[in-house]
């Protein structure tokens, strides 16, 4: 079972670049997030989406996008990368009960970006 | 705001058991997540306590005190194994998680 994949795993970017981090699950989960780790920090939320054709922000959404056209696929894309960009990106999804999530997050395998 | 604390390091041994402990300061309270992070990988869903009490699943058990604004999850017969990060997260009223920083929990033979 697949569940959540991310690619690319890890990736070297210069400042000022762009970059997509794809995101695809096999779960048929409505609600997907992205969220990023560093040090000595908990998770921080960048955005998510409750459902296909939405998205929200979360704590951290400056220098991000996302869209989600399908159930399946929520990428991430950095228009201009700087270096406080560097960072593990992690997506996930939940599943969505009448409205609110049932709180179990399913992670991929997280997507180590370092902006240079 | 909105605050998760949790020990950053532990130290146990093979065979013992820890407690891990983490308190939480959010606007709403909808549920408290365990999740076990080992280096390098990726989360996974440990356990989840919305009412009082303790929960127990195998060798882990989580307990919650809503009124302390507290949890602890218990770990029993160490492994080496177990040697990972324990994340707390707390399902806030707008049902958006607020993580802890993480305990990175070194298990020694």
């Known amino acids: 079972t697949a569940g959540i994949t991310q690619a690319p795993t890890s990736q070297i970017l210069a400042a000022g670049r762009s970059m997509t981090l794809r995101c695809t699950q096999d779960m048929r989960h409505n609600a997907m997030y992205w969220y990023r780790q560093d040090l000595g920090l908990g998770l921080r939320l960048i955005h998510y989406?409750?459902?296909?054709?939405?998205?929200g922000k979360g704590e951290v959404p400056d220098g991000y996008s996302v869209s989600r056209a399908n159930t399946d696929d929520f990428p991430l894309t950095l228009a201009s990368a700087v270096p406080s960009q560097t960072s593990v990106y992690f997506c996930?999804?939940?599943?969505?009960?009448?409205?609110?999530?049932?709180?179990?997050?399913?992670f991929g395998e997280g997507s180590r970006l370092t902006v240079l | 705001g909105q605050n998760i604390d949790q020990p950053t390091e532990m130290t146990a041994t093979e065979g013992a058991i820890v407690q891990i402990n983490c308190t939480y300061q959010t606007s709403g309270f909808n549920g408290l997540f365990w999740y076990q992070q080992h280096a390098g990988e990726a989360p996974t869903f440990l356990s989840y306590n919305v009412l009082d009490g303790l929960e127990e699943k195998g060798r882990f058990s989580s307990f919650l005190s809503r009124s302390k604004g507290y949890s602890y999850l218990l770990l029993k017969e160490l492994q080496m194994k177990d040697s990972a990060s324990y994340l707390c997260a707390v399902e806030d009223s707008n049902y958006q998680l607020i993580w802890g920083a993480g305990t990175k929990l070194i298990i020694k033979p």
């Open positions: 989406s409750n459902t296909a054709g939405t998205t």
């Open positions: 996930a999804s939940s599943r969505l009960a009448g409205g609110r999530s049932t709180g179990e997050l399913f």
